[in-house]
């Protein structure tokens, strides 16, 4: 099992920036990749970030490439999600993911930190 636990979410007003932390424990070493995904009301669940755990190597949504950035601390077991010039459209439920197999839907989640971005 793999527990995650997400935090740093808030209210903004928009073109300000937010960071989402995500604290991985338990067998960390299943882990190959985690991600940020998100959910508005009414709206389906988008992958916003990716990044591989050994690598480092990334991956972003169209909605959010050029203002997202993931990074990881292995140390640390987090992974981050630094949100530069925030839109209103970004509010949303903020889940960090973990997987344990490539090209897999992933098994073990957080329980969600809420970002609120006001224009």
């Known amino acids: 099992q793999v527990q995650l636990v997400e935090s740093g979410g808030g209210l903004v007003q928009a073109g300000g920036s937010l960071r989402l932390s995500c604290v991985a424990s338990?067998?960390?070493?299943?882990?190959?990749?985690m991600a940020w995904f998100r959910q508005a009301p009414g709206k389906e669940r988008e992958e916003t970030a990716t990044i591989t755990w050994s690598g480092g190597r990334t991956t972003y949504a169209d909605s959010v490439e050029g203002r997202f950035t993931i990074s990881r601390d292995n140390a640390k077991n987090t992974v981050y999600l630094q949100m530069n010039t925030l839109k209103p459209e970004d509010t949303a439920l903020y889940y960090c993911a973990a997987r344990t197999y490539y090209s897999r839907p992933p098994p073990y989640w957080g329980q969600g930190t809420q970002v609120t971005v006001s224009s």
């Open positions: 338990g067998r960390i070493f299943s882990i190959v990749t």
